[in-house]
DNA sequence: CTGAAAGCGCTAACAT
DNA sequence: ATGTTAGCGCTTTCAG
């Protein structure tokens, strides 16, 4: 049990392979040409002393550390494990480390991990902010993220979901298409009182979709009714007691459209417990298509966000910057797809998710 | 945008405020008495500079990085992300990062990551193997495991979810008293023949479910029927297989107990499918209490697992190992609840969970 | 109480 | 092609 060893380094490879150390790194790095008989001598030395570099006093010299933070507001939220896994995924297909953070949607933990991160060298960060554009300090933060730098070179950070500044690269999903696609769904289905259930308008997320809903109705030249408009906080909890405020006002609603799919799961609750019946008496739909979306009685209609994708192609846009910290800022905007489900058609196959939890 | 700044060191701060490097250090880790005069002065030129200690520098020197991994078969998999959560929690309190790994369940992978880990002088890991304790190479693993060090000390390894070895450090859950607790609940309803879908039998963990599905049925003097068990992997998927097996043999269950909820829920997507009604014809119980529980459509009774105790009490073992590498080995054993939902009782509320997802 | 100096283990000029 | 050496930024003896 626990013994001390003396730890092997790079001058007992040295010695074993009676080589200079430069060489040892030399051959480890293939920074330099070495000789066929030389590099040979060096590994059955790495090998015989179970060498292995120190990464840390690689990251001192290198000032690379091979480790990118993600910071999440959440991350029991069901939408970001999976987001969470592709980041992984791409992260160790290319020998970086992932720290993760969730703030719990506190802007303060949230800057506080950004600052000790920056004492650790991190080389990226990929950041879903859960800042509020409104807020009157906004360009200062703004300001104060794309000057992010640790050791005198600036950090890439890349925002996902939300694009903060266009002097920040981010991934993004066309939220104001996808939530005009439900709502337009809604409207093709006959209904003619949608409520809309948003996410937080203090954030450009929640504005875009908002817009989305909007907008479809305005296509439609169909009334809009601010009385049909209710703001939660992304849970489930909130979308029940909307669903249940609206319900209370009266205005006899036949359909809802919200803002992600917890709300709208915790609207359907609402409509359950109300004693009335979706879709017959009320249509839903949601946003982001996490997998409770399938698993629900009635199960939910809702637009199907690419959350592989974008872990994916957050990282490779951080490798991106990585290597051109002068490329320009790109926001990539990815698709949502809408999917039917029973909260919006009787008749549609009501198949669970089985595989993605 | 992106401009080169000169790093700020220590010896820039020492220059500022007139005093030696080492000064410097030591009012900022408090590790010698320094006259109040000079400690103001260098806080005030830290404060003037923007001085960020270089975590990197300071790791080399002294052997911690203030980080920790947590090694996971799945970061996607509904136990996992509650449990990351309050790791994540504890962890910074204390000032430590988390590094987060998804294994996907491969043994490879899950060896793979804790080389790398000792590279990069991790100062600790939180482990829930996917090894497969029946291996014949099982021996060697857990020698490997219980004396990994890095920099010629031992790097602290905590188990979760299943104690590997007596060497070792682990929290666990009483599986066996909860299963036991399950199938009794089963029992007491009356049910005759009494199906389990198991965990996989290779893991500890599996052999403890198990173990307790038979020990009720023992103590109840009921037969045991090695046709009514059936082995699944933890994904709903295979719950969703084992169910129509049993089904087809024909031995009019009337109820069933599953390893975990993921595959008891699977389950009840095929009892559904074969026209049977639940808890009516087949009572189900699952195992964990993940919030997908409370959402099915019926509602699944379960083994409510604390995982936020799991993952505090994980990093109070870490801490206490990293503070003592002599102390003795514990393995923390937590317990289940039942929680009683309409998969087995018709006339159960059925509150959906709305918090915590 | 304060400062000078020796490294932590490695990489990368620079010399040979 | 190989070796020598100077640091990366910090902590920590050890003198003064």
Redesign the interface.
Known sequence: ???????VGIKDVAKLANVSISTVSNVLNGSKMVSAGLQERVMQAVDELNY??????R??KSGK?N?IAVIVP?????F???L??SI?DAA?REGY??????TSGSLEKEKKYI??L????IDGILLSSCFDTSDSSAGKYIEYL??L??????IPLICLESAISS?LDAVIVDDMNGLKTATEHLISLGRKTIAYIAAPSSFSMGKSRRDGYLTALAVHQMPINPQLIIEGDY???S??QCMKELLKRGLSIDAAAAGND?MA??AM?AILDAGLEIPGDIAVTGYNDNF?AS???PSLTTIHVPKEDMGKTAFELFLRRLND??ASHIHLCLNGSLVVRSSTDPDAKTD??????
Do not use: C
């Not at 959440?74 to 069901?78: A, C, D, F, G, L």
């Not at 480390?97 to 969730?102: K, L, P, Y």
């Open positions: 049990m626990a013994k001390k060893t003396k730890p292995e570099v120190n990464l840390v006093a990251g001192l550390t480790t959440s991350i029991t939220s069901v970001f494990p999976p969470l896994k992984q160790n480390s992932i720290n993760v953070f969730g600052q000790t920056k004492s650790q060298w794309s000057t730098n640790t050791n005198g070179t600036p002097n849970t489930p909890a979308g029940y917890q799961i915790g609750r409770p698993l629900v009685q910290p002068e669970w998710n089985l595989q993605d939890w």
